[in-house]
């Protein structure tokens, strides 16, 4: 069975820092393109990064270049999301999914979905 687990949300100040993590398992995920979307109350998920396979690509929504950075590790079947400069916009429920390309990810077609892990921006 197919899982992916994220962790790493919590509650920070605006301007700060969180780092994000999600745990693949019940395939070997290198070979498949990795995302992380975002859903705020009332709003529609949105499409925030993405990183191929073998990390040759990423790509990002607007609102987060320069600012979020998406990795992974093959090794340990893990994606991350590094997230600086926080602005309360970026406050949401944020979920890690999976799918062969980055434009599979981008258009909301990932196979598969974790549970999300919640974020919080203070102003």
């Known amino acids: 069975q197919v899982q992916l687990v994220e962790s790493g949300g919590g509650l920070v100040q605006a301007g700060g820092s969180l780092r994000l993590s999600c745990a693949a398992s019940?395939?070997?995920?290198?070979?498949?393109?990795m995302g992380w979307f975002r859903q705020a109350p009332g709003k529609e998920r949105e499409f925030v990064a993405a990183?191929?396979?073998?990390?040759?690509?990423?790509y990002y929504a607007d609102s987060v270049k320069g600012r979020f950075t998406i990795s992974r590790d093959n090794a340990e079947n893990t994606v991350s999301l590094q997230m600086n400069k926080l602005k309360p916009e970026d406050a949401a429920l944020y979920y890690c999914?999976?799918?062969?390309?980055?434009?599979?990810?981008?258009?909301?077609?990932?196979?598969?979905w974790g549970r999300g892990t919640q974020v919080t921006v203070s102003s």
């Open positions: 999914s999976t799918a062969p390309t980055i434009p599979a990810i981008t258009r909301g077609g990932a196979e598969y």
């Open positions: 019940g395939r070997t995920f290198s070979t498949y393109a």
């Open positions: 990183i191929s396979a073998y990390s040759t690509s990423t």
